[in-house]
């Protein structure tokens, strides 16, 4: 592919077409009934904002000020507004599914652009909009937006970003990186249950790790893994491994994704502990991570392969950073290890 074949391409694929199959102005009501027949997460692109009668409209329309902010600071994406009702699942992942939200805006799509340009410093570019009529003068308002040249971007005084599927405030580190233009890759990584087995009287539980860089055209480099679980021993390709586990790789790219597998072998006297496994991940540029898992495997024990983990799932938290996981500041993290 040579060099204007591959600018076209990168054009051409927006979010919109991307998530939906079309470009966001060839969408219809129907197109987003037919994507919420089914239960649909969100995620770094994708955001999802009902219209219920709680709050004024001013509001509600400050709400998406901020995530038309965030995706101008992260990697662009859709908000769907007036997309069914919300929900949260056990591992607070936002999802929707059934009837959409449709609502009088009092805004055109023109109206709606400028709204949202004169609120967001500096103002942004590479915003699209399409207002989805019910058939009955309502709409539902789809807003492309594209990741921005000029980051970072404000609204009221503030800086959001998206991070793992949420709309935040921009941590610190990350506010002095955007005003350096500097591209943060955003590592993803998760942990999955594949198999059951028995040995005598030990279990032995196969599980897949991924390390996933959604970052296009940002490469990490000097990747890092450490895998603890309790209790248990961990195996790889049959050997003991410490535990903690730890591992490096020079490069992650986006198209070239980490996925290996470890096993946790249990005695007999761990069978009946439910197992915690701690997931900790980062590079050269982008900050430490964790995600935290916690089974409970003879919940419903059925040797074999694992086709739905969940059974066996009693926590779960992906993708989290050291200060969502603890409420601990730096000086009491540094005074627990000494008094190690």
Same mark, same amino acid.
């Given at each position: 592919?040579?060099?204007?074949?591959?600018?076209?391409?990168?054009?051409?694929?927006?979010?919109?077409?991307?998530?939906?199959?079309?470009?966001?102005?060839?969408?219809?009501?129907?197109?987003?009934?037919?994507?919420?027949?089914?239960?649909?997460?969100?995620?770094?692109?994708?955001?999802?904002?009902?219209?219920?009668?709680?709050?004024?409209?001013?509001?509600?329309?400050?709400?998406?000020?901020?995530?038309?902010?965030?995706?101008?600071?992260?990697?662009?994406?859709?908000?769907?507004?007036?997309?069914?009702?919300?929900?949260?699942?056990?591992?607070?992942?936002?999802?929707?599914?059934?009837?959409?939200?449709?609502?009088?805006?009092?805004?055109?799509?023109?109206?709606?652009?400028?709204?949202?340009?004169?609120?967001?410093?500096?103002?942004?570019?590479?915003?699209?909009?399409?207002?989805?009529?019910?058939?009955?003068?309502?709409?539902?308002?789809?807003?492309?937006?594209?990741?921005?040249?000029?980051?970072?971007?404000?609204?009221?005084?503030?800086?959001?970003?998206?991070?793992?599927?949420?709309?935040?405030?921009?941590?610190?580190?990350?506010?002095?990186? *955007? %005003?350096?233009?500097?591209?943060?890759?955003?590592?993803?990584?998760? +942990? !999955? $249950?594949?198999?059951? #087995? =028995?040995?005598?009287?030990?279990?032995?539980?196969?599980?897949?790790?991924?390390?996933?860089?959604?970052?296009?055209?940002?490469?990490?480099?000097?990747?890092?893994?450490?895998?603890?679980?309790?209790?248990?021993?961990?195996?790889?390709?049959?050997?003991?491994?410490?535990?903690?586990?730890?591992?490096?790789?020079? *490069? %992650?790219?986006?198209?070239?994704?980490?996925?290996?597998?470890?096993? +946790? !072998? $249990?005695?007999?006297? #761990? =069978?009946?502990?439910?197992?915690?496994?701690?997931?900790?991940?980062?590079?050269?540029?982008?900050?430490?991570?964790?995600?935290?898992?916690?089974?409970?495997?003879?919940?419903?024990?059925?040797?074999?392969?694992?086709?739905?983990?969940?059974?066996?799932?009693?926590?779960?938290?992906?993708?989290?950073?050291?200060?969502?996981?603890?409420?601990?500041?730096?000086?009491?993290?540094?005074?627990?290890?000494?008094?190690?």
């Amino acid at each position: 592919m040579n060099f204007v074949s591959l600018n076209i391409y990168k054009k051409a694929m927006t979010h919109s077409l991307s998530i939906f199959g079309k470009n966001i102005f060839d969408l219809n009501y129907q197109d987003l009934e037919l994507f919420f027949h089914t239960e649909q997460e969100e995620k770094l692109n994708l955001e999802f904002k009902s219209y219920v009668n709680q709050g004024t409209h001013k509001e509600k329309e400050s709400v998406i000020k901020k995530s038309v902010c965030a995706l101008l600071n992260s990697e662009g994406g859709i908000i769907i507004w007036g997309a069914p009702i919300e929900t949260k699942d056990t591992n607070g992942n936002t999802k929707a599914s059934g009837n959409l939200t449709p609502f009088d805006s009092g805004l055109d799509k023109d109206k709606l652009i400028n709204t949202l340009s004169d609120s967001i410093i500096p103002m942004p570019i590479g915003i699209k909009a399409n207002f989805l009529n019910d058939g009955n003068g309502k709409f539902v308002i789809i807003i492309e937006v594209e990741k921005s040249i000029e980051r970072p971007h404000q609204y009221d005084n503030r800086y959001y970003v998206r991070l793992d599927g949420q709309t935040r405030v921009a941590p610190h580190y990350l506010i002095k990186a *955007l %005003i350096k233009s500097q591209d943060f890759p955003v590592i993803r990584g998760h +942990i !999955k $249950l594949k198999k059951i #087995q =028995i040995s005598g009287n030990d279990i032995f539980l196969t599980f897949r790790y991924l390390l996933f860089n959604t970052s296009q055209f940002n490469n990490e480099k000097n990747a890092f893994i450490r895998i603890v679980i309790h209790p248990g021993d961990i195996y790889i390709n049959q050997a003991l491994m410490n535990n903690p586990y730890d591992k490096d790789f020079p *490069l %992650i790219s986006h198209g070239r994704p980490i996925m290996s597998s470890f096993v +946790i !072998k $249990l005695n007999p006297s #761990q =069978i009946q502990n439910k197992i915690d496994i701690i997931f900790q991940f980062g590079g050269e540029k982008s900050p430490s991570k964790v995600s935290t898992y916690k089974y409970d495997i003879m919940k419903n024990f059925v040797s074999g392969d694992v086709t739905d983990e969940n059974i066996y799932l009693v926590e779960k938290r992906e993708n989290s950073l050291p200060s969502d996981v603890s409420n601990n500041t730096d000086d009491d993290n540094i005074k627990q290890l000494l008094d190690l």
